[in-house]
């Protein structure tokens, strides 16, 4: 079957512009990661979606990011005001349950010029 | 806060040599520990991963790690490496919560 698709694989905006990205995750998968990759650095986690719900917002790393989910399906990160240092990949992984292996997409490298 | 350790940042081997990548993580209550490789051009993948019971767990393509609670350590080794296994392998451990923290990836090069 299908599995975690990204979109789009890259984006390249100014700084100050607003950005979204896209995760479509496995289908009937409940559970949801975003997480951020930069350069020489291990996957960093940013915000996980049981169902519709962020049960767990604590990576975000100021107000400018914010993720939405709102059929428990798709999610959206959005990045308001991108600044040079949001430059990364963003990857998005979901899973069957919370306690379950997460199968990763391919992510998004955002470059903020 | 957590923290994931992984020792070596790059490793390069010849085919047919044993591999051991290093991992240490700071948390002291009941972990779950993964181990993640990423070949090159594509996704993240799970290897293997450590719930409980045995502390010796078995994954894909040959892989093995050793969960030694006293050490905090999640070593992976592979007893012959394959010009195939060239990738970067990450740590990862899931401690009291949904958040996963991974180490920063050792790069793992074999020369065929």
């Known amino acids: 079957g299908a599995g975690v698709s990204q979109t789009p694989s890259n984006k390249v905006t100014e700084k100050g512009k607003y950005v979204e990205l896209r995760c479509d995750p496995i289908s009937g998968h409940t559970a949801l990661y975003w997480y951020r990759q930069s350069l020489g650095q291990g996957p960093e986690f940013l915000i996980y979606?049981?169902?519709?719900?962020?049960?767990?917002d604590s990576g975000l790393p100021n107000d400018r990011f914010f993720a939405v989910r709102p059929e428990g399906s798709v999610s959206t990160l959005k990045i308001q005001r991108t600044e040079r240092g949001d430059s990364a990949v963003y990857l998005c992984?979901?899973?069957?349950?919370?306690?379950?292996?997460?199968?990763f997409g391919p992510g998004t490298r955002l470059t903020v010029l | 806060a957590q923290s994931v350790s992984q020792h070596n940042h790059h490793v390069i081997l010849s085919e047919a040599a044993s591999l051991e990548l290093g991992c240490n993580y700071s948390?002291?209550?009941?972990?779950?520990l993964f181990w993640y490789v990423q070949y090159p051009g594509q996704h993240l993948q799970l290897l293997l991963k450590?719930?409980?019971?045995?502390?010796l767990v078995k994954g894909i393509k040959g892989f093995e790690a050793e969960f030694i609670k006293s050490k905090f350590s999640f070593n992976l080794r592979k007893p012959s490496v394959q010009w195939s296994d060239t990738a970067e392998y990450f740590c990862?451990?899931?401690?009291?919560?949904?958040?996963?923290?991974f180490g920063a990836g050792t790069r793992l090069f074999v020369k065929a």
């Open positions: 990862a451990v899931k401690a009291g919560g949904f958040k996963t923290i």
């Open positions: 948390y002291g209550g009941t972990v779950n």
């Open positions: 979606f049981q169902g519709t719900g962020a049960a767990d």
């Open positions: 450590y719930f409980s019971g045995d502390p």
């Open positions: 992984a979901s899973s069957l349950a919370a306690a379950d292996t997460q199968y």
